[in-house]
C-alpha cells in the first residue's frame, strides 16, 4: 500500500504560480514513477507530467512544457509540482499518483496504481 497526500493548491491569478506537494507514505520503495494529473469541471481527467521515483527521467504534456516542472526528493518521499505562468485554463483538481510497475513513463492514468485526494487549483483571469 502507498498513501499520497496533496497540498499546495489554492487560488492565484494568471500569470502567477504555485507549487504542489505530493507527500508519499507506506511500500514507497515499491514506486517505479510518480505522476501528477488534473481534471477540470465536466472534462475528463488528463495526464500533466511524470517522473522516475529513483532516476531523472521526467515526462510532460505538452501544454504544459516550459512552465511546469516536476521533482522529487527521495529522503523526504516527496514529489512536486511547480506551476508557472499559470492560466485560467490550467483551472482543476491535481491529482497525484504512483506507478508500481516498472515500465517506460507513462501518460495513461489506468496504469497508476494509486491516488491521492487531490488538491483545487484555481486561476483567476
Known amino acids: 500500500q502507498v498513501q499520497l497526500v496533496e497540498s499546495g493548491g489554492g487560488l492565484v491569478q494568471a500569470g502567477g504560480s504555485l507549487r504542489l506537494s505530493c507527500a508519499a507514505s507506506?511500500?514507497?520503495?515499491?514506486?517505479?514513477?510518480m505522476g501528477w494529473f488534473r481534471q477540470a469541471p465536466g472534462k475528463e481527467r488528463e495526464f500533466v507530467a511524470a517522473?522516475?521515483?529513483?532516476?531523472?527521467?521526467?515526462y510532460y504534456a505538452d501544454f504544459v512544457k516550459g512552465r511546469f516542472t516536476i521533482s522529487r526528493d527521495n529522503a523526504k518521499n516527496m514529489v512536486y509540482l511547480q506551476m508557472n505562468s499559470l492560466k485560467p485554463e490550467d483551472t482543476a483538481v491535481y491529482y497525484c499518483?504512483?506507478?508500481?510497475?516498472?515500465?517506460?513513463?507513462?501518460?495513461?492514468?489506468?496504469?497508476?496504481?494509486?491516488w491521492g485526494q487531490g488538491t483545487q487549483v484555481t486561476v483567476s483571469s
Open positions: 499518483a504512483a506507478d508500481l510497475s516498472p515500465s517506460r513513463l507513462t501518460t495513461n492514468d489506468v496504469a497508476y496504481d494509486y
Open positions: 507506506g511500500r514507497t520503495f515499491s514506486i517505479y514513477a
Open positions: 517522473i522516475r521515483w529513483s532516476a531523472t527521467n521526467t
